[in-house]
């Protein structure tokens, strides 16, 4: 605190402490292979929630879910997944495309790797790495849920261990 006072005076070291201490947003990730953004939207408001829409045609943001995300409509059925806005923009920018080979190299728990699959169509392969075996078992369930195909590949903990290449993309 001191430091920020120092930095940048009472008033915006203040702000920054209240904005640290709001509960932050949900991000949704809508899995267009799976339900529509409106879809999704309308479910959420459907139950009370605090969703917003976003320019993004994938994203939906959610205040305060209020209980367990699992509990959530459309949850089941594999329409959406939690993923942070801005790690959907790095796949967005990398452009997975439908017949790439991908890997992924810090896969667990899966959200980089769902993501290329849908921004792919569902038809790329997928391989997801990492070297947290227990981390890495917990991603195939939820492949499942979206319904995804990924396979998956524990490396050494010193990272080799890597399958057998080429690969059009590779996701750190």
């Given at each position: 605190?001191?430091?920020w006072f120092d930095e940048c005076g009472e008033e915006?070291?203040?702000?920054?402490?209240?904005?640290?201490?709001?509960v932050p947003p949900v991000w949704i990730r809508v899995n267009l292979l799976r339900a529509k953004k409106e879809q999704v939207?309308?479910?959420?408001?459907?139950?009370?929630?605090?969703?917003e829409d976003h320019?993004?045609?994938?994203?939906?943001?959610?205040?305060?879910?209020?209980?367990?995300?699992?509990t959530l409509p459309g949850f089941a059925e594999g329409w959406w997944s939690v993923q942070d806005l801005t790690s959907l923009t790095c796949l967005e920018l990398a452009a997975p495309k439908a017949g790439q080979r991908i890997l992924d190299l810090c896969a667990a728990p899966g959200g980089k790797s769902f993501a290329a699959a849908e921004l792919s169509g569902g038809k790329a392969e997928i391989i997801?790495?990492?070297?947290?075996?227990?981390?890495l078992s917990k991603l195939q369930p939820e492949a499942e849920r979206?319904?995804?195909?990924?396979?998956?590949?524990?490396?050494?903990?010193d990272g080799s261990g890597l399958p057998e290449g080429p690969f059009d993309l590779i996701i750190l």
């Open positions: 605190v001191k430091k915006q070291a203040i702000k920054r402490m209240i904005a640290l201490n709001e939207l309308a479910a959420f408001l459907a139950e009370g929630l605090q969703v320019s993004n045609p994938r994203m939906l943001c959610m205040r305060k879910p209020g209980r367990e995300i699992s997801a790495c990492d070297i947290s075996e227990s981390r979206l319904g995804h195909t990924i396979q998956t590949h524990t490396l050494n903990a």
